[in-house]
């Protein structure tokens, strides 16, 4: 683990904060880890993936298709069917645990989730937020998606609020505040190829690469 680094991504929908994620791991010749998360989640705990994707960065509702009055189930052959209720605080453990996993046994860009607090106690973590104006998260979303403006606007809105009170509910800070990370940028500043140079390098100086 002594060697080891992780770079922990929060950010806002459209803001390109994946992207950026994604070229920086190649760049640093390290691991991604966005989506893949809820496999690995599933196939650590037994548990189908779509339990994970109800749950993917939403703060706790109590209870997942039903009363929360069981006992973690430990499933030893196949995935454990959908229509068993499990808490999103239960998922948000599982899913920590394959997190805390990863980052100690080789250096990882995470996405979302809560990792740089899950990795809080990480002796070689760079915390990193990301953001964009508006007009540019609307623009990209359009783009790839092929919506309107103000369909995209409604998901924008929709998904900051989501992930804000999933951040703050599992972590105890601030989501998107600068307080709360080692560097907040604004994508649309410099663009994304150079957003990513940017952070290579401030990461790289931190780490001491």
């Known amino acids: 683990m002594d060697s080891n680094f992780v770079i922990n991504i929060g950010r806002q929908l459209g803001s390109g904060g994946k992207e950026i994620g994604e070229k920086l791991a190649v760049r640093l010749g390290i691991d991604f880890y966005d989506k893949e998360l809820i496999n690995l989640a599933s196939e650590e705990s037994g548990l189908c993936k779509e339990f994970f994707e109800k749950a993917d960065e939403k703060a706790s509702q109590g209870i997942i298709g039903g009363l929360f009055g069981m006992r973690f189930p430990f499933i030893s052959e196949g995935a454990m ?18 997190i805390r996993h990863l980052a100690a046994e080789k250096s990882c860009v ?14 070689r973590c760079v915390n990193i937020f990301i953001s964009s104006s508006r007009e540019d998260r609307v623009s990209r979303l ?25 951040y703050n509910y599992y972590s105890y800070k601030t989501w998107g505040a600068a307080a709360t990370y080692h560097l907040c940028i604004d994508s649309s500043v410099l663009g994304i190829e150079d957003t990513v140079l940017f952070v290579e390098e401030f990461a790289k100086k931190k780490l001491k690469l």
């Open 142 to 166: 359009c783009r790839i998606h092929g919506i309107t403006q103000e369909e995209a606007e409604g998901k924008m809105d929709k998904a900051d609020k989501k992930r804000s009170e999933y």
């Open 110 to 123: 995470f996405v979302g989730r809560c990792a740089d607090y899950i990795l809080r106690e990480h002796p």
């Open 81 to 98: 069917p959908c229509t068993n209720c499990l808490s999103n605080d239960a998922l948000f453990k599982i899913q920590s645990d394959v």
